[in-house]
């Protein structure tokens, strides 16, 4: 099901994670949150294979994580505007909602610059090679991901709590 990421946290079973997904067309870069949705941590990187296989093995993390719900990056246009990738990223979560998935939250999180981002730190303050680089790219740009929409979630909540005290 997908919802919007200031409703997410309420349709996660308590003591579940979020895995968030970073869709590449050759690699899906994963990162998970602890419990509390505090902290996104940098998970692994699946190399792209058919949508089965790459399913399947989603679903593995999914069972060993003890995940709840999923954060799925959406590259939208500088502009905003969302062209083919955005498309395609959607299209992934409804194929994945029709495997038997259709009570698993889905939320969408704007994911312009994250891989830009995450090359920057990489190379400026890790002084990280190319190819050590690529390795762990995917994975970080997912961390990254995850991390704003938690941060996101958790300024919604205390804005939240501070209306209710007026």
């Known amino acids: 099901m997908i919802v919007e990421i200031y409703d997410l946290a309420s349709h996660v079973t308590k003591g579940k994670r979020l895995l968030a997904l970073d869709l590449g067309e050759k690699t899906i870069g994963m990162a998970v949150s602890d419990p509390a949705f505090?902290?996104?941590?940098?998970?692994?990187?699946?190399?792209?294979?058919?949508?089965?296989?790459?399913?399947?093995?989603?679903?593995?993390?999914?069972?060993?994580?003890?995940?709840?719900?999923?954060v799925i990056g959406l590259p939208r246009n500088m502009d905003g505007t969302e062209g083919p990738r955005c498309q395609s990223v959607r299209q992934f979560a409804r194929n994945f909602e029709k495997r038997g998935w259709e009570e698993m939250p889905i939320t969408f999180w704007d994911e312009r610059l994250s891989t830009s981002a995450v090359e920057r730190f990489l190379v400026d303050e890790a002084d990280m090679s190319r190819k050590k680089r690529g390795e762990v790219v995917d994975k970080m740009a997912a961390g990254f991901i995850l991390q704003g929409a938690l941060d996101a979630m958790v300024e919604q909540a205390m804005r939240n709590s501070d209306s209710s005290l007026d």
Request: aromatic share 4%.
């Open 38 to 70: 505090r902290v996104g941590s940098p998970l692994d990187t699946i190399r792209r294979k058919k949508f089965t296989t790459d399913v399947e093995q989603l679903e593995a993390v999914i069972a060993e994580k003890n995940i709840g719900g999923l």
